[in-house]
Structure formats: structure tokens, C-alpha cells
């Protein structure tokens, strides 16, 4: 069974950092592209970043240069480090990879989310 568990969500005050992780684990050979994905309340879901298999991020316009994305092949995780946290940073974050598996066939999985609230 495949696994994105998500870590690092938590309170923090505006100006603040946060790092996420987002590991997979079960029977794959590893993650391929992953995407971090946000979703406030009364809000749809938007794509905050992804980093793909070779480790060329891309972001939304409003986390660029205050988010980073970077992988750790390894240990078969991603990571957002957020820096610079602004109160509608406020969301529940998400990421969502395309795993390889050992079958041969790649799949993609979500995260089960973790919750950043940034305080003014």
C-alpha cells in the first residue's frame, strides 16, 4: 500500500516559518513529480508549487520567493519550506506526487493534509 504522509503543519505568527514534508512510503521505487496544493475555507484548492522529477521547481505567483521546494530522492520526500508566512497563507496543505511503482506503472496519491494557520 502507498503512502503520502504529511508533516510540519502547525501555528505559526505572521513573518513566521514552516517546513513541510510530505514522504511516501510502501512499494514504489520512487517519487516522480510532486505538487503542493492548498485549499482554505470557502475556497477551491490551488497548486502552491511542484518540483518535478529532475528537481525544477515551479510557484504561484503569490508564494514565489517565499516558498521553496526541494526533494530528498533517499528518503523518498518533498519538502515546502515557508518563510515569510502571511495571515491568508491560512489553508490546509496538501501534497499530491506521482509515485513509480515496482510494478512498472506510475500512479498519483494525496497526502492526507495538514493544517497551517498563520496568525497576524
Known amino acids: 500500500q502507498v503512502q503520502l504522509v504529511e508533516s510540519g503543519g502547525g501555528l505559526v505568527q505572521a513573518g513566521g516559518s514552516l517546513r513541510l514534508s510530505c514522504a511516501a512510503s510502501?512499494?514504489?521505487?520512487?517519487?516522480?513529480?510532486m505538487g503542493w496544493y492548498r485549499q482554505a475555507p470557502g475556497k477551491q484548492r490551488e497548486l502552491v508549487g511542484s518540483?518535478?522529477?529532475?528537481?525544477?521547481?515551479n510557484y504561484a505567483d503569490s508564494v514565489k520567493s517565499r516558498f521553496t521546494i526541494s526533494r530528498d530522492d533517499a528518503k523518498n520526500t518533498v519538502y515546502l519550506q515557508m518563510n515569510s508566512l502571511k495571515p491568508e497563507d491560512t489553508a490546509v496543505y496538501y501534497c499530491?506526487?506521482?509515485?513509480?511503482?515496482?510494478?512498472?506503472?506510475?500512479?498519483?496519491?494525496w497526502g492526507q493534509g495538514t493544517q497551517v494557520t498563520v496568525s497576524p
Open positions: 518540483i518535478t522529477s529532475g528537481g525544477s521547481p
Open positions: 499530491r506526487g506521482t509515485i513509480s511503482l515496482r510494478d512498472g506503472t506510475y500512479r498519483d496519491y
Open positions: 510502501g512499494s514504489i521505487v520512487g517519487i516522480n513529480a
